[in-house]
């Protein structure tokens, strides 16, 4: 009888080349997405005269840096300019094919990647970015990794690894009404802290997360690195399979159905040993949003803002005060008496279809009390938005309806929060400055930010979707 | 890569914990040619107010500290984006080494690709490091890779490091040039697993 082995030892498993008496292991990688960011690696490569190994496993996306406000057939930023024409270049060079600006499929690549069944279970993907963790979502080993790591993977197709240890997170019961994914994974993040994963890989499972869509368990997954988790994952299953099924780049006819067979093998053996097991209830799960500057600054929306003179660590004590400075927020304000200056739904956290559909359905009829932009995960995003009228009530709010890329989820396109403001967010980290110099963010569901635009403050969603469908 | 052995230098302690790479690095430098040097960048918005003129209070502006070499950090140093530009920040200004109880794994692994040196101290140790610092800042520290130790004065503390990072930086050696040698078994490994895995690659759009 074989030892029980987790989901992660299976796909570990099979993408070890070698694993050598120190412990480091080659992996072989399956997928290697790039972008704009990715061209220090590039830089490298053409230092070492080497070229891409695999350049039909590669893929490239125009993202991190692409203007999502206006036209994009003409880009004013000389430097955005740059970057943009340096990815074409570096990837006609070698090959790569490249969702570029012109492309229908151009979006952002954790969108991108399992909208265009390039992200499967069961594969070993890596990008150069750390919520590489997304497609973790599908049954896949997704990790993000840095420059020299992404320069080694193209010239190799491989990378040197040691073993992470193993987490699992186990979600019982069922979410109630108003509760989203991004209210789970901020729950775990605010329980076990923004280094309470580190150095493991993360498994998701329970029935509150077999009851979540592909979406949900994205959102759930993309969040991972926040709690210092590289990876995260969910074990596939029908809903998986249903996603996958007819996507341009996934598996057709016998194939899917030899691939599907494969996929049902990848789940943790009865009896597999976690080193740490970390139980939620999801039924106590409210709407969650962060007051801080880290994502583990996370609380219910009826809680109030903790106050550092009732703390009696005075290391603790240090961080809240801080915190609560660069927020401008008084000790011990109640959450939902904190008023915005504007919001924002998008980035490869919350910008998939259903995140609009679930913003839009409380936005309906009712308009904005703050300015906000509302940028769609990818291009066939947007298109599906409008065919379904949701940019229309995005802009009968008063809202922004933008183009898609990261956008002010990372600042670099030029769209950010000025010093100062408020900005309830769908995105993932509430760091100083993530939006913008000076900018203060709240993390929150898409629901949740829309609430938070209805009325001007943060705000408990689910009050506000009485007699609605959602 | 350059090699990392021992290193005596004056050490700037910053005691912010999740100190995350949007602050080591903001992201409007991310546009920046690594030849162009990224070290007036480094921890620009907590170094410099929003008129560009320098925050006296920061660690890192007081005259005892501005040309440390070492950094005294907290926990999860390092964490939030990949951006490896926020190593090449810290290398840029000068900074061989950071200590801290915990580090961002794809900090700590870019770190080592830069012959940056991240030692893992606990919590204690790490505030003892810090008070020492800050009743003598001009007081040196040395750390020995070799023998795992940082030496302050008389006071000695051990740290910790992956093997496999510690061998790469004591060596200078290089990834590329390692995986070179395992050629043959990639070869083949590739060959096996489309056999395995026919359906792991991109099919062909309709």
Not at chain 1, 165 to 175: E, S, Y
Not at chain 1, 209 to 224: F, P, V, Y
Not at chain 1, 269 to 296: H, M, Y
Not at chain 1, 348 to 360: G, H, S, V
Request: glycine share 10%; proline share 5%; with cysteine.
């Amino acid at each position: 009888m074989s030892e029980p082995l987790t989901l992660f030892d299976k796909l570990w498993a099979a993408h070890e080349i070698v694993r050598r008496d120190d412990g480091e292991a080659l992996l072989w990688v399956d997928r290697h997405y790039v972008h704009e960011g990715s061209f220090n690696a590039f830089s490298q490569l053409k230092a070492r005269g080497a070229r891409v190994a695999e350049p039909g496993l590669t893929f490239a996306v125009a993202d991190h840096y692409v203007p999502t406000r206006g036209s994009r057939r003409v880009i004013d930023n000389p430097e955005i300019a740059r970057m943009v024409r340096t990815l074409e270049e570096n990837t006609a060079e070698h090959g790569i094919k490249l969702f570029g600006l012109d492309d229908p499929r151009q979006g952002i690549v954790h969108v991108v990647g399992p909208e265009q069944g390039l992200s499967l279970p069961g594969l070993l993907l890596v990008c150069g970015d750390s919520h590489t963790s997304t497609h973790g979502a599908l049954g896949a080993f997704a990790f993000g990794i840095g420059a020299s790591e992404v320069a080694h993977v193209l010239m190799t197709h491989t990378l040197w690894q040691r073993k992470p240890k193993c987490m699992r997170i186990t979600v019982n019961g069922h979410l109630a009404a108003g509760i989203a994914a991004k209210d789970i994974v901020l729950a775990i993040i605010g329980s076990i802290g923004a280094d309470g994963a580190t150095g493991h890989a993360i498994e998701f499972t329970g029935p509150a997360i077999r009851a979540l869509s592909m979406e949900g368990r994205l959102t759930l997954c993309n969040m991972s690195i926040e709690a210092g988790a590289r990876s995260g994952m969910v074990a596939p299953d029908e809903t998986t399979s249903e996603y996958v099924k007819g996507r341009p780049y996934s598996p057709k006819g016998t194939a899917f159905e030899q691939a599907v067979e494969a996929w049902s093998a990848l789940t943790t053996d009865d009896g597999a040993k976690f080193d740490r097991e970390v139980e939620l209830d999801a039924a106590a799960i409210a709407p969650i949003v962060t007051w801080g500057t880290s994502p583990q600054d996370a609380l219910p929306i009826d809680a109030s803002v903790p106050d550092p003179a009732d703390e009696p660590d005075t290391a603790r004590a240090k961080y809240l005060r801080e915190a609560l400075d660069y927020m401008g927020l008084m000790p011990g304000t109640r959450l939902t008496n904190i008023t915005i200056d504007r919001i924002f739904i998008g980035s490869c956290t919350n910008a998939r279809i259903e995140d609009l559909r679930a913003a839009a359905a409380v936005l309906a009829g009712r308009v904005s009390k703050v300015p906000g932009l509302v940028s769609p995960g990818s291009s066939a995003v947007k298109r599906q938005a409008e065919e379904e009228g949701l940019d229309r009530t995005f802009r009968d709010a008063g809202l922004e309806w933008g183009e898609s890329g990261c956008s002010m989820c990372v600042g670099i396109n030029g769209d950010v929060v000025a010093p100062g403001e408020r900005c309830a967010s769908t995105t993932n980290r509430n760091f100083r400055g993530r939006q913008g110099p000076g900018a203060r963010t709240h993390l929150m569901s898409p629901a949740m930010v829309a609430a938070a635009a209805v009325t001007g403050k943060l705000t408990d969603v689910r009050p506000l979707l009485s007699g609605r469908k959602v | 890569m350059d090699k990392f052995i021992r290193l005596t230098a004056t050490a700037c302690p910053l005691d912010v914990a999740n100190l995350n790479t949007d602050q080591l690095l903001p992201a409007r430098f991310l546009k920046v040619p690594r030849s162009a040097g990224l070290g007036t960048a480094l921890l620009r918005d907590l170094r410099f107010d929003a008129d560009g003129r320098e925050r006296p209070d920061f660690p890192l502006n007081r005259p005892a500290w501005r040309d440390a070499r070492i950094i005294v950090g907290a926990r999860n140093f390092g964490c939030g984006s990949s951006r490896e530009a926020a190593v090449y920040a810290l290398c840029d200004y000068g900074i061989r080494c950071v200590i801290a109880p915990s580090f961002g794994e794809i900090f700590a692994g870019n770190a080592v690709q830069n012959g940056l040196l991240t030692a893992v101290v606990s919590d204690d140790e790490a505030a003892t490091l810090m008070g020492l610092l800050g009743d003598k800042p001009d007081r040196a520290l040395t750390v020995d890779l070799e023998q795992q130790t940082i030496t302050c004065d008389d006071r000695s503390f051990r740290f910790v490091i992956d093997p496999v990072l510690r061998t790469r930086l004591l060596n200078g050696w290089d990834n590329i040039a390692l995986t070179g040698s395992y050629i043959g078994k990639i070869a083949a490994f590739r060959m096996a697993d489309r056999a395995r895995r026919p359906w792991a690659a991109p099919a062909k759009p309709e």
